[in-house]
């Protein structure tokens, strides 16, 4: 490099630090900065709001397609200064909060709000009608019945002031005269004049000017909870109304938009000019509201997981109370066209009905900004309500909004004034290139060389052992089938084949014995009182349960086999304790604290009709039940009553009841045909490789086996998977001794205390928190999702493994390795169980329901119901099998590890 070289870059390196150091000293959030005043008390605004009137809502209801017609803008001014100022940490950031208070604006108006009438959707009732498909069969009912007594109707027809500022609404004022602090008045905009959206701290830029403007907390909180992955969580960027100097146009912004509940990204369009000043335009692009099939970074703003829609559109019920409420750009702009032909009178363009930011790069301030944003309702068919029987689902369009701010004539004379003491050629920077790295790859790829070249000789003798498609045999199998075209020297004794020998015992395994252990209360009325409950261990009482396989069905030339496993369960009085027709329990009611689960997030209407109803009938948080009842049925009260007025509602209740004889599901296994590593494996439960209750993909796994088969060689280093439809989910079985079964040698395996350790210390879990951050604390497993909606809670017996605080919580409990550790006794050279013992315990969460003043003292408490010990050992003549198999295999063989 030359000296001339050198002293240019030295110049232009030492100029470029100069220019940050003077913008950043104009551009940040202090009190005597150029840009302080303007943030503190912007320029007002002008909102429009536009409605879809529907011109013919019985041509919807019968069925066909709606047709809406565009009315407006009623045009407010929006007046929004900072107030409650605060700077915090020497200055680096500061709180404030941004009221909103809006003034009709006449003379940008078309029409008059007093005046103007629109018929749109009935936002009150499809609320709660849209809350009733996830209730119980009993809440079910006894809403749609009453809602429809009172006649409303799905459109109403209202002033345009009356739907955005509020107006006396029926159902509301309804739920007003039994409970005079729920408010009677809906509107859009109700109680919105002059309210803020949450309390903001903001970075200053004074440390970072690429900080300046960007969001520290919003209301207390860095991340959001609502959604189903940690990147939609993520409060992103400022609040659209500053950014940090010197913007490129190849960055993305980010801004964190509270109508739309998430963080959303905008990248350049163009430059363009305001009030002489020169601007990058930036816009969100299509995939901001992309379906996640085509952009799977939005699969997080699915909820529950999975459950997504189309391009354009976005649900946000998680935040706004269980509306069902999704969010647009105006008539569907950059939206799927299916959303867009559902409904007559849309016509999405560009110039009309996009966002976007125009910001001078030097400063990062906005000179014209331009938002809009469409309100939609899901509209469908709801059982109980014979109205919409015909109407076809639709996210149906209400209203918009475009709300335009521009820089004031004094302030764009202060920014041409800032841009004139800068260098014009230094407004734009960008980074330098980033280094090559392919001579960091190479060293990696050797050492996976030198390990492969290790494993050579092991994967020629597993192969060997268990199988390989033979070229010889493969060219002699076509003219002779009876010729196997595999060659191994274990091959076909452990797969799922009919000539296998372990496939006997696969389709019609011994009987298992499973013990049902109850937990009588003893002091109910202490409980009651908000004192600590006293349980009682009753039982076992035994069943012999006979379970087989049946309509056995080989699929893809074998490799795969699909199977039902119905169970029945026979009583065993000599391995029991007591009588469970005789013998009484005094437990949870769990039909009555299902209900009283689902009331706390039902809106105050639905939650008023349900608990007065419920109280008049004066059932109690726990029961007295015989044993038998508990387990296999007895006639509800609660049930019997619903019963009553929907017939096909069943008014009997059990643990078990309708369940002798039933199996968990269709399964296909893998039959390790291809892949003895694969032996035994689902491939598909019910017809899903997945499930889509919980909150990670990675939760949402069908992992392993069902439990009853294991792949060969098994090593004690590895973890072995299982399919528990008990907990809805997979679990993991960890290595724990060498044991001895009827004379075969096996190796123990159970779940270490990490399979149901909190997110907070095993971040893995943090999947089966629905919603997500709603977790509970070691040893326990919420699985509400899976059992609809009733607050049910897995664990093992006692509390085994789990938090002490749970087990603390219960006088009576005394958890134990021996009698509450569930395990596995596997053959190892085959994988054969040859013992099983699980053990797993039923819990329901206890906690004050508003409502309900008998439930006013308690002390919210995981509550144990029930535990079940399920054994079984493989039978003497099938140890004899198994022992004579081992004889004929090589000795040194029987456990094989990797050098």
């Known amino acids: 490099m030359t000296r001339k070289s050198c002293a240019i870059y030295t110049t232009g390196f030492v100029c470029a630090h100069l220019l940050i150091v003077g913008i950043a000293m104009e551009v940040t959030l202090t009190e005597k900065s150029q840009v302080y005043e303007s943030w503190k008390n912007p320029p007002p605004s002008y909102l429009e709001y536009y409605f879809f009137n529907v011109t013919n809502p019985e041509v919807f209801m019968a069925g066909g397609k709606a047709s809406v017609k565009q009315i407006g803008p009623y045009t407010y001014r929006v007046h929004r200064p900072r107030e409650n100022v605060t700077f915090l940490e020497n200055g680096t950031k500061v709180y404030a909060l941004n009221p909103k208070t809006f003034v009709f604006v006449p003379e940008k108006s078309v029409g008059d709000p007093q005046v103007d009438i629109v018929r749109t959707v009935n936002i009150p009732l499809v609320t709660i009608m849209n809350e009733l498909p996830s209730y119980s069969f009993f809440l079910r009912t006894i809403v749609s019945m009453y809602i429809n007594s009172l006649g409303i109707e799905l459109f109403m027809t209202r002033t345009v002031h009356e739907v955005l500022w509020g107006f006396e609404d029926p159902l509301l004022t309804k739920l007003h005269s039994m409970k005079p602090e ?42 959001m909870s609502w959604w189903s992955s940690n990147q939609s969580n993520m409060i992103n960027g400022t609040d659209g109304t500053v950014f940090h100097p010197l913007i490129n146009r190849d960055e993305l912004l980010y801004i964190f938009v509270a109508d739309l509940c998430r963080s959303i990204h905008l990248a350049y369009v163009e430059d363009v000019e305001v009030k002489g000043i020169q601007a990058y335009r930036f816009a969100p692009p299509s995939d901001v509201l992309m379906s996640p099939k085509n952009n799977p970074t939005n699969a997080g703003f699915c909820v529950p997981a999975g459950d997504c829609l189309g391009t354009g559109v976005l649900k946000v019920s998680v935040c706004r109370e269980g509306a069902p409420i999704v969010v647009s750009s105006p008539h569907f702009y950059q939206a799927d066209p299916a959303y867009i032909n559902a409904i007559d009178g849309l016509n999405p363009k560009k110039e009309e009905h996009e966002s976007y930011l125009d910001l001078q790069p030097t400063t990062g301030v906005p000179i014209r900004a331009c938002k809009r944003a469409q309100l939609n309702m899901i509209l469908k068919r709801v059982q109980g309500f014979p ?116 496939y006997e015992s696969w389709k019609n395994p011994p009987p298992s014995y499973l013990e049902y252990y109850f937990f009588n209360v003893t002091n109910p009325e202490v409980f009651m009182a908000g004192g600590k409950a006293s349980v009682k261990q009753i039982g076992p009482y035994t069943y012999r349960v006979h379970s087989s396989r049946e309509n056995v069905t080989f699929l893809e030339n074998g490799t795969k086999v699909y199977a039902l496993n119905p169970k029945t369960f026979v009583f065993v009085p000599e391995k029991s304790i007591g009588d469970p027709q005789v013998d009484i329990v005094r ?91 694969d032996y035994g494996k689902i491939d598909t439960w019910n017809g899903m490789r997945e499930m889509s209750w919980w909150s990670s993909n990675q939760s949402n796994m069908i992992n392993g086996t069902d439990g009853t088969v294991f792949h060969p060689l098994i090593n004690r280093d590895e973890l072995l998977y299982i399919f528990a439809a008990d907990f809805c989910r997979s679990i993991h079985l960890a290595y724990v001794e060498d044991v001895e079964v009827k004379g075969i040698q096996a190796y123990r395996f159970a779940p270490p205390s990490d399979v149901l350790m909190s997110p907070k210390n095993n971040p893995t879990n943090a999947g089966f928190c629905v919603p997500a951050g709603d977790c509970l604390g070691t040893g326990v497993h919420k699985v509400s999702v899976c059992r609809e909606g009733a607050p049910i809670v897995v664990s093992f017996p006692h509390f085994y493994q789990a938090d002490p605080a749970y087990i603390n919580a219960i006088d009576g409990l005394n958890p134990n390795k021996e009698e509450h550790e569930t395990y596995l006794d596997l053959q190892p050279t085959t994988g054969v169980p040859i013992r099983a013992c699980k053990r797993a315990q039923l819990n329901m969460i206890l906690k004050r329901v508003p409502g309900f003043p008998k439930t006013k003292n308690i002390t919210e408490t995981i509550f144990p119901i029930m535990f079940i010990n399920e054994m079984a050992t493989t039978d003497d003549e099938s140890a004899a099998q198994m022992r004579s198999l081992l004889l004929n295999t090589p000795q040194q063989n029987r456990n094989i590890k990797p050098k």
């Open 182 to 223: 729920v408010d009677e008045y809906f509107g859009l905009m109700w109680k919105k004049n002059g309210t803020h959206e949450g309390e903001f701290v903001f970075h200053t830029g004074e440390q970072n000017y690429l900080d300046y403007g960007k969001i520290d907390t919003w209301n207390g909180m860095r991340e």
């Open 387 to 502: 109205k919409t029987k015909n109407i076809t689902k639709t996210i149906f369009p209400i209203m918009f909004v475009n709300e335009m701010a521009t820089i004031d004539d004094e302030s764009a004379a202060q920014m041409r004034s800032l841009l004139l003491n800068t260098p014009q050629y230094n407004r734009s920077l960008k980074p330098n290139k980033k280094k090559n790295i392919t001579e960091t790859i190479f060293p990696i790829m050797s050492v996976n060389e030198a390990i492969m070249n290790k494993l050579n000789s092991y994967s020629f003798f597993l192969r060997t052992l268990w199988g390989f498609k033979d070229p010889l045999l493969t060219k002699v199998h076509p003219t002779k089938p009876e010729v196997d075209e595999y060659f191994g020297l274990m091959w076909k004794e452990v797969t799922l084949t009919e000539k296998s020998q372990v």
């Open 587 to 677: 437990t949870v009611n769990i039909p009555f604290v299902t209900i009283m689960n689902e009331l706390p997030s039902y809106s105050f209407f639905l939650r008023t009709i349900v608990s007065m109803y419920i109280n008049s009938l004066g059932i109690e948080l726990f029961m007295t039940r015989t044993v038998h009842e508990v387990l296999w049925g007895f006639e509800d009260p609660l049930l019997t009553k619903l019963h009553s007025m929907k017939p096909e509602v069943d008014e009997y209740f059990g643990l078990m009841w309708k369940k002798n004889g039933t199996h968990e599901g269709e399964f296909v296994f893998h039959t390790g045909e291809q892949n003895y590593l």
